[in-house]
T-cell receptor
Framework: KNEVEQSPQNLTAQEGEFITINCSYS?????LHWLQQHPGGGIVSLFM???GKKKHGRLIATINIQEKHSSLHITASHPRDSAVYIC????????????FGQGTRLTINP | GAVVSQHPSRVICKSGTSVKIECRSL??????MFWYRQFPKQSLMLMAT?????????EQGVEKDKFLINHASLTLSTLTVTSAHPEDSSFYIC??????????FGSGTRLTVV
């Protein structure tokens, strides 16, 4: 079992739909990071969260530390939201090591 | 906002040559820089972490003599792929962390070794 599991791996939706991407992890962590990778490869850091919920524009990220689960929501989705979304967290022990999910490829059709 | 400039964006080199990739924080001091590699249709993989003025910490399985990382100043880190081989062809990306700036990613470098 991967340390970080994302679901779904691929998601296609129509413009305006509410989107949910899930991230489950297997070890106790202090924080989780959501990244957005655009088709050209560029990456944007969306959220770093350690508890509760964070909101930025149409994006909402939640985390439940006890259940080892985080979700990324997009409201009123738009074709420009089409990207790969990746969750990542530091590995608790050892040096600065990061564990990445395999990514969720989101396509929003107009 | 914080900007990280990564250069070059694309490079093609011959097998056996070395390639240097630069990652520069433009408007903040990057106390820590991270270097990642991404193969097609795969997720990111952390290669190494570097702190200004000290040796980089390499992830397991990453050859430090092949992937030379230098973080000589608070605004510049370089990754040199030495004696490149076709299997080193990949997308390399850096990110920088500075106090109060979180993580900012460079735009990536697509390396093709022929």
């Amino acid at each position: 079992k991967n340390e970080v599991e994302q679901s779904p791996q691929n998601l296609t939706a129509q413009e305006g739909e509410f989107i949910t991407i899930n991230c489950s992890y297997s070890v106790g962590i202090s924080a989780l990071h959501w990244l957005q990778q655009h088709p050209g490869g560029g990456i944007v850091s969306l959220f770093m969260l350690s508890s509760g919920k964070k909101k930025h524009g149409r994006l909402i990220a939640t985390i439940n530390i006890q259940e080892k689960h985080s979700s990324l929501h997009i409201t009123a989705s738009h074709p420009r939201d089409s990207a790969v979304y990746i969750c990542e967290h530091p590995r608790p022990e050892g040096a600065q090591k990061l564990v990445f999910g395999q990514g969720t490829r989101l396509t929003i059709n107009p | 906002g914080a900007v990280v400039s990564q250069h070059p964006s694309r490079v093609i080199c011959k097998s056996g040559t070395s390639v240097k990739i630069e990652c520069r924080s433009l408007d903040f001091q990057a106390t820590t820089m991270f270097w990642y590699r991404q193969f097609p249709k795969q997720s990111l993989m952390l290669m190494a972490t570097s702190n200004e003025g000290s040796k980089a910490t390499y992830e397991q399985g990453v050859e430090k003599d092949k992937f030379l990382i230098n973080h000589a100043s608070l605004t510049l880190s370089t990754l040199t792929v030495t004696s490149a081989h076709p299997e080193d062809s990949s997308f390399y990306i850096c990110s920088a962390e500075g106090q109060g700036y979180g993580y900012t990613f460079g735009s990536g470098t697509r390396l093709t070794v022929v």
